[in-house]
């Protein structure tokens, strides 16, 4: 039965040249073609931490480094820490001979043990936040250099505006400009060479101190030779990272870490800027507001047995076809043909709607990704079925109906093995070819799409030519 | 000269699309935010693979095709996993090696301008960018990477090109020198409680582990025990140094692994020891004040600067001192290069960031406007500058620039 399910064994063709199965794979309904993560831009939408599900808003994302206040993971393993609270006897505040209970928390992880107190942090009198902060030790010196060098860029930036403010004012001079050291040249080259140097007038410098190097650097601790290794004392790399500013190098220097928050994506389609997913802004929702998957809207093609493929001989491969739009769909399978003269088949069919895309995009200019080569090379010659079939709509209600209800399609046998609410089998006559280890067919998918997005200006259906390869299995030599 | 130009930049640097500074790795990437005095990550530069669905390191590829998919998938991490910011209309500033493949740089402007649709680019080069860490527009930056070691000396802020060094000893070398050691010498412990040589139990040491044993067990030893140790190995009458202890390594869940005192201190001598052609990071140093005009020499020796993670191995920036003095004072530089004091800067971040901090200072200032690349104009080309193009770097158009 698995191969039933076996999505990845039919795959499509996407708009960008790469072939996907139809679960990884969207439909822009106004481009009328298809996209995969690979063809469209993704967006952050919506910042969450996976811990609290809490939304958070960028702005307030920048200020906390993408970090959630609240919550904290283990520095040691990585897994979420979670506050503990217990009691210790605190001298009472009106009389300091009597002891009363006080509750304090700490940070304790379900997974290592690892505890604030096992680095020597100080419980907490509130069970959320309290935590202090590590600094960074270079703060000061890094600030005065940001300024220093912001001021040094500004000064450039001005000094290039002069530049060309005056050239443009002394064009009648400016064949002795060519010929002779320009002033400025002269000043620039004999003052300093640097880019970023200050030229000229010194007095726009903020306060910055560089840095003097030593003669001598700090070298091994002397115990290095005779200590023992505790290694559960030295920090991993993984926990060195997982701070980047300390990095530090023994366990006992761990701090706790706040967890990083995720993002919820979506997609945009590149060329006509609509949104091909865009999922619910709560946080705990694993509902999309838009969601344009293929397999809502192109027909879905599935193997109904595996097949034993036999080197030449000719064999049955049976392949389902479900519609899922609401629409009845007119489908033909025709012969796959190799990607130049393929894309001219779609722009054939996509010709009238061009005005459609383009009306919506307006001014957009498209930036195009690189087109991508996937082997496209069919390991197994096919004879598909001649004529056309109809889809019927799908019907949910279908299911629970005891009746055959559609027996209204005049079916060429020759076309239609068989017929079930909107599912329709056909038949491939597959002949793989000699010393090929595993067979691969492909056809195109032909099928009459009924346009959703309402426009007065064209007819409703659109014909549509999908590309499908096909894995139909190894071959086994005869 | 418009009198809004100064609001308008100001806007534009405190605006909420803060410029995305990456520093891609051999082995690690550090990636933040411009103005930020710490990178928000710093990741393994792996990315898995979509043929096999294997975790492989970015810049294992065979073509073009598999490179530009491979760093596609990777950004793409880098900003919805870590950085969670648009890329669109954004800019970026690449730290970049100047000795970086130009395939790899083409490859990632096409991805950065195609795929993400960033609004600029700007790549400077990461040896000159350290430096702003500092606060100095002089020294002879030598980085020690994963994959090797590249030395540019910077003088007044202008690279002296002619004059680099490279050489392909880094924390790889170190690593294959720890397994090669380990694999001869080491003994552990299976399951049953016997003991093997850990050559009858595996033909080659997972890279991870040889990583954790390298950063959480080794050192780099002094130049007066390693020339000791060196001694002994062609004298055996040359009495050893006493070897530090050993450690006990749990390995794959399954054995414990018996580090040998020795092979802590050893591993990383691999560095250190004369190649065919007799050069060492030490005569990088010294090659490279050779190769400079001959008045910036000795300024250029009293601003050396090191960087890159293996140079925060312990002991590692110790050694390379002491072992540049001592080349400095043998027979063959004692008299071509008089340099009496060699020093060292402490930049103010740890070693394997501080190009990166050097880019997140630079894109922080209105430079980047000026100095980068904009999408429109690459997608016009599809080319990015580059200093090895003639067709960018001709005298013409620099002296365009000078005028």
Same mark, same amino acid.
């Given at each position: 039965m698995a191969h039933l399910f076996q999505g990845h064994r039919i795959r499509l063709l996407c708009s960008c040249g790469l072939l996907k199965s139809i679960t990884a794979i969207y439909f822009c309904?106004?481009?009328l073609k298809l996209r995969c993560s690979n063809c469209v831009s993704h967006e952050v939408d919506t910042l969450f931490c996976p811990n609290c599900l809490e939304n958070m808003p960028s702005t307030e994302a920048r200020l906390k480094k993408n970090?959630?206040?609240n919550c904290f993971d283990c520095p040691s393993c990585g897994h979420t820490l979670s506050t503990r609270a217990t009691s210790i006897q605190t001298p009472s505040p009106e009389d300091p001979s009597k002891t009363v209970a006080r509750k304090v928390y700490y940070l304790a992880c379900?997974?290592?043990?690892? #505890?604030t107190r096992d680095v020597g942090l100080k419980d907490q009198t509130v069970a959320t936040g309290g935590w202090v902060e590590q600094d960074n030790e270079h703060y000061k010196h890094l600030q005065s250099l940001l300024e220093h060098y912001r001021s040094v860029a500004q000064h450039e930036k001005l000094e290039r505006e002069k530049k060309r403010f005056s050239h443009r004012k002394s064009s009648y001079l400016s064949l002795s400009d060519k010929y002779s050291l320009p002033s400025t040249l002269g000043r620039k080259t004999l003052t300093s060479l640097s880019p970023f140097a200050h030229k000229?007038?010194?007095?726009?410098?903020?306060e910055m101190t560089p840095l003097t190097a030593t003669s001598e650097v700090e070298g091994?601790?002397?115990?290095?030779? #005779?200590e023992e290794v505790v290694l559960s004392s030295v920090t991993t790399m993984e926990q060195r990272l997982s701070s980047p500013e300390w990095q530090?190098?023994?366990?006992?220097?761990l701090y706790p870490l706040h967890k990083h928050i995720l993002v919820k994506r979506s997609l945009r389609c590149?060329?006509?800027?609509?949104?091909?997913s865009k999922p619910e802004y709560?946080?705990?929702?694993?509902?999309?507001?838009i969601q344009l998957g293929a397999f809502y809207h192109v027909p879905e093609v599935r193997m109904v047995h595996q097949v034993e493929l036999k080197s030449g001989v000719e064999s049955n491969v049976q392949l389902s076809l479900c519609n899922p739009t609401p629409h009845d769909m007119t489908v033909a399978l025709l012969p796959f043909v190799p990607e130049a003269s393929d894309i001219t088949l779609q722009k054939a069919g996509e010709d009238s709607v061009e005005g459609s895309s383009l009306s919506t995009s307006g001014l957009v200019r498209v930036v195009e990704i690189p087109a991508e080569k996937t082997d496209?090379?069919?390991t197994a010659d096919v004879a598909l079925p001649q004529g056309q079939l109809i889809l019927a709509a799908r019907d949910d209600t279908a299911e629970y109906?005891?009746?055959?209800?559609?027996?209204?399609y005049k079916d060429d046998p020759q076309v239609v093995a068989w017929r079930r609410a909107n599912k329709v089998g056909v038949d491939l006559l597959v002949t793989p070819k000699p010393d090929a280890a595993y067979g691969r067919v492909g056809f195109v998918l032909r099928y009459d799409y009924t346009n959703t997005?309402?426009?007065?200006?064209?007819?409703?259906t659109v014909t549509l030519n999908i590309p499908v390869m096909v894995d139909v299995g190894p071959i086994t030599q005869s | 000269m418009p009198l809004y130009e100064g609001l308008g930049g100001i806007g534009l640097i405190n605006e909420k699309n803060t410029t995305v500074v990456l520093d891609i790795g051999s082995a690690y990437t550090k990636a933040g935010f411009a103005g930020?005095?710490?990178?928000r990550v710093i990741t393994r530069s792996e990315v898995k693979c979509r043929e096999t669905g294997q975790t492989v390191p970015?810049?294992?590829? =065979?073509?073009q095709d598999e490179l530009r998919h491979h760093l596609v998938d990777f950004i793409h991490k880098l900003y919805f996993?870590?950085?969670?910011?648009?890329? =669109?209309?954004r800019r970026v500033v690449v730290v970049e090696n100047?000795?970086?493949?130009s395939l790899i740089r083409n490859v990632l402007s096409k991805v950065l301008f195609?795929?993400?649709?960033?609004l600029s680019v700007l790549f400077v080069p990461s040896h000159l960018v350290a430096l702003m860490t500092l606060g100095i527009s002089t020294g002879l930056v030598l980085d020690l990477g994963h994959q090797e070691a590249t030395l540019m000396p910077i003088y007044e802020g202008v690279v002296?090109?002619?004059a680099w060094q490279a050489l392909p000893l880094g924390g790889r070398v170190i690593e294959s020198s720890l397994s090669d050691l380990l694999l001869d010498r080491a003994v552990a412990v299976t399951q049953d409680g016997s003991e093997h040589r850990l050559s009858t139990l595996m033909k080659d040491m997972p890279d991870k582990c040889l990583e954790d044993i390298k950063v959480r067990t080794c050192f780099v030893t002094t130049l007066e025990r390693s020339s000791r140790l060196q001694s002994n190995k062609y004298d055996r009458s040359v009495e050893p140094p006493p070897p530090p202890t050993s450690v006990s390594y749990p390995l794959e869940g399954r054995h414990i692994l018996t580090v040998p005192g020795t092979v802590r201190e050893l591993a990383a001598e691999s560095l250190f020891e004369r190649d065919q052609d007799g050069l060492t990071l030490a005569t990088m140093i010294l090659d490279a004040l050779l190769k400079c005009p001959l008045d910036t020499r000795p300024k250029l020796a009293e601003n050396l600067v090191i960087l890159g993670g293996?140079?925060?191995?312990?002991?590692m920036k110790h050694r390379i001192l002491a072992e540049v003095r001592a080349a400095a004072a043998s027979e063959h530089y004692r008299h071509n290069l008089p340099i009496a004091s060699f020093k060292l800067h402490h930049p103010?971040? =740890?070693?394997?960031?501080v190009s990166w901090l050097g880019g997140a200072i630079l894109g922080a200032t209105e430079a980047v406007m000026l100095r980068s690349l904009p999408r429109d104009q690459y997608l016009v080309n599809d080319v990015v500058p580059d200093w090895c193009n003639l067709s960018f770097n001709t005298c013409e158009e620099r002296d365009e620039k000078c005028a």
């Open positions: 309904r106004h481009c970090r959630c206040a379900t997974s290592c043990r690892w #505890t000229g007038d010194v007095s726009q410098s903020s091994l601790p002397e115990d290095i030779f #005779t530090p190098e023994r366990t006992a220097d590149r060329h006509c800027e609509h949104n091909l709560n946080p705990s929702s694993i509902k999309f507001k496209l090379f069919p109906d005891d009746q055959e209800s559609s027996p209204s997005v309402a426009t007065a200006s064209e007819s409703r | 930020e005095y710490g990178p970015v810049f294992q590829y =065979k073509d996993r870590c950085l969670l910011v648009n890329p =669109k209309d100047l000795l970086c493949p195609r795929h993400y649709e960033v002296v090109f002619h293996t140079a925060s191995m312990k002991g103010p971040a =740890k070693d394997n960031y």
